[in-house]
């Protein structure tokens, strides 16, 4: 979105149309209205090959259910190569610009056998599968991480950063205020929020409920647990107030309660890393270790090295959840430390990143 923005600000005659996976076209629809109400969204059909770090080869190989899903997935590719190619025959544009999902698979691949420029961007700092294979032949790469932590080529990469909405910078103690009068939450408490992204996150979440008495006594809480498992939290946490609150999931505002926040607790995906950094927020990460390619423990490693988060290993977590505690109350109880880690987290920021995106875009239209 936050490249939209910018695209439809430097070029704004330009015919831009978002695509993306069948699954999610309500969800893009209603989000792409907040940039552009006229953008066109389309979709496509995909498939991904699911991969689970924390398994062998073998075992997943044995595994029925997951052989077949990726059988029937194989040939979902191949469906939305062939819309790809049609709607890409029929638009035939200037340049193609895909993210890393598995759905830009089939339209990467259809963008190269048309000879259509294609510009890939990669936010972990584990390249997945897809963009290794677009990278092969993209006419530019941009990362979200320095570009040591890829072995894409060097000529045609270059180190943009995660483009993010500026929304997302930091707050001062005015603006802090504000933002947690909007969201009514005590405002003499430390605020305590965790996420577990879009989709939530059971194990944080369970772990969170059974420690939310020892967590309150720290602060204010909220806890952003996603849709499917609120119904059950609901019967378990106390209802909102000043002091705890709990949401399914925040489609508008989500900078304004990071940024009123004393601490952050949240899953290691790369872009809201980036918006924690451009925040410059004290976060504690908690990454989810059987994605695929480990590539949440390798985005936490890039902070962890740079001194800039604090990380909860999961199953240690599971095994003992006072450690949420513990960590917690040690950042806010040590000011020096929760500043320094705020200030490294702050130096990830690009501010800039959406823009250079933007213009990388429009850099390799012929």
Not at 248 to 267: Q, Y
Not at 286 to 291: A, E, F, S, T
């Amino acid at each position: 979105m936050a490249v939209l923005k910018e695209l439809r600000e430097k070029k704004p005659q330009a015919d831009i149309r978002f695509w993306c996976d069948t699954k999610f076209a309500p969800q893009a629809r209603s989000l792409m209205e907040h940039v552009d109400p006229d953008l066109r969204v389309d979709s496509i059909v995909s498939g991904k090959l699911r991969r689970y770090h924390h398994l062998t080869i073998v075992r997943q190989l044995l595994w029925p259910r997951l052989v077949l899903l990726n059988v029937r997935d194989s040939f979902l590719v191949g469906l939305g190569f062939l819309q790809s190619f049609a709607k890409l025959i029929i638009w035939r544009p200037d340049v193609v610009f895909t993210k890393g999902g598995y759905v830009c698979l089939p339209v990467g691949l259809a963008a190269k056998i048309l000879g259509i420029p294609l510009v890939i961007h990669d936010s972990d700092a584990h390249p997945g599968l897809t963009n290794r294979i677009l990278s092969k032949w993209a006419a530019a790469i941009a990362t979200g991480a320095p570009l040591e932590y890829y072995d894409y080529p060097k000529d045609r990469s270059r180190y943009i950063g995660i483009p993010i909405a500026s929304d997302f910078h930091p707050f001062s103690t005015h603006e802090r205020t504000v933002a947690r009068q909007e969201w009514e939450v005590n405002l003499d408490d430390p605020l305590i929020v965790i996420t577990g992204g879009g989709l939530g996150a059971q194990r944080i979440n369970d772990a969170v409920v059974e420690v939310l008495p020892k967590l309150l006594e720290l602060g204010s809480v909220v806890l952003v647990a996603g849709s499917a498992q609120y119904d059950e939290l609901t019967a378990l946490t106390p209802p909102n107030s000043t002091h705890f609150q709990l949401h399914p999931f925040i489609s508008v505002g989500m900078a304004s309660l990071l940024g009123g926040a004393d601490v952050v607790i949240t899953r290691a995906g790369a872009t809201t890393i980036l918006e924690l950094a451009a925040l410059a927020k004290p976060t504690i990460l908690i990454p989810n270790g059987k994605l695929t390619g480990g590539h949440q423990l390798k985005n936490a490693q890039v902070y962890l090295d740079a001194k800039a988060v604090e990380i909860v290993d999961e199953d240690e977590m599971v095994g003992d959840s006072k450690v949420l505690v513990r960590t917690v109350k040690e950042l806010l109880g040590d000011t020096l430390k929760a500043s320094n880690l705020s200030k490294n987290l702050s130096e990830f920021a690009r501010p800039h990143a959406a823009a250079d995106m933007a213009d990388m875009i429009i850099g390799m239209v012929r």
